[in-house]
């Protein structure tokens, strides 16, 4: 049995559940194969973190993002009553931190705020495309992102996965597999995703760039499933003296090196809001707010 605590408030990209301030039955508990995508960043970045090479400095700091922050994940069948009496059931995705110390309820709101923000970002660049394309906005393809809530459990039988008092997250979600969108830059190229990851840098001036997009193609729409944020730090003069004395790169850089890396290419979409980047090799400064690059925030 668990409570949960809140739910996103969103736009129509968004696909949230109606489940603040209930108890939720949880049952039916199983690992998906198919849904290994949705630890596989935790299990590079184990091994990333071993090496020196070019990709692997490009690969997000704890200080940056969560990214390499071990969460566990399940298909879960969820029991919610529905005000007169009676019971509904949806399917979902159920995710538990791995450490202890992370299930805490103020730190899973942290990542609900973060995946709410993607969504926020996923509402403007739908409203960019479709206005693009002439379209109405619930007409045009879209990227939808799903918000999971946050829960504590108030009884389990299942301590092994979570015990009384710990956070988790649920997500409505019942896809038969998660594909990666996004990922290290060898996906099979979607255009909608792809722009999608290059329009939050470009909005963001570089501030913040959306990484791990997964999900799954639902029509002409991408549903996006624990999308991460990444957010380069601002230099102190300690670690800009370090990099400079040990060809090390700034922030401003990094953020470039990654959008050339995991973003190698451009289609028609891209080009409708930064029609000055061609493709990864062609602006090295790309995803920075600099005279000569197609990213200018927006």
């Excluded at 380069?232 to 700034?250: F, T, Y």
């Excluded at 090196?257 to 290419?265: A, F, K, N, Q, S």
Aim: with cysteine; charged share 20%.
């Amino acid at each position: 049995m668990v409570h949960c605590v809140g739910r996103a408030g969103r736009p129509a990209c968004v696909l949230s559940a109606p489940w603040k301030g209930q108890e939720l039955a949880l049952s039916c508990i199983e690992k998906v194969k198919a849904w290994s995508p949705l630890t596989l960043r935790q299990d590079r970045a184990a091994h990333r973190t071993a090496q020196t090479s070019k990709s692997s400095s490009l690969w997000p700091t704890a200080s940056e993002s969560r990214f390499a922050r071990p969460w566990r994940a399940w298909s879960v069948k969820i029991w919610a009553p529905t005000g007169d009496g009676d019971v509904e059931e949806f399917w979902g995705l159920l995710q538990v931190p791995l450490a202890k110390e992370h299930r805490d309820i103020e730190k899973v709101k942290e990542v609900i705020k973060e995946v709410q923000s993607v969504a926020d970002y996923a509402h403007k660049f739908n409203q960019h495309i479709a206005r693009a394309a002439g379209e109405e906005l619930d007409s045009a393809p879209a990227i939808r992102v799903a918000v999971p809530v946050g829960c504590f459990v108030l009884d389990s039988i299942n301590p092994h996965i979570a015990d009384a008092g710990d956070a988790l997250m649920l997500t409505l979600f019942d896809a038969a597999a998660v594909t990666k969108f996004v990922f290290e830059g060898a996906e099979d190229f979607q255009e909608l995703p792809q722009a999608f990851f290059h329009y939050v840098a470009w909005s963001s001036g570089g501030q913040e760039m959306v990484a791990d997009l997964q999900g799954v193609q639902d029509e002409q729409d991408f549903l996006l499933v624990d999308p991460v944020l990444i957010r380069p730090q601002e230099l102190s003069l300690n670690s800009i003296l370090s990099a400079v004395s040990g060809g090390g790169v700034n922030s401003t850089s990094l953020t470039s090196r990654r959008l050339d890396e995991w973003h190698p290419r451009c289609g028609q979409l891209c080009r409708a809001f930064d029609p000055q980047r061609r493709g990864g090799t062609t602006r090295r400064a790309c995803g920075v707010p600099l005279p000569h690059c197609g990213i200018a925030g927006g």
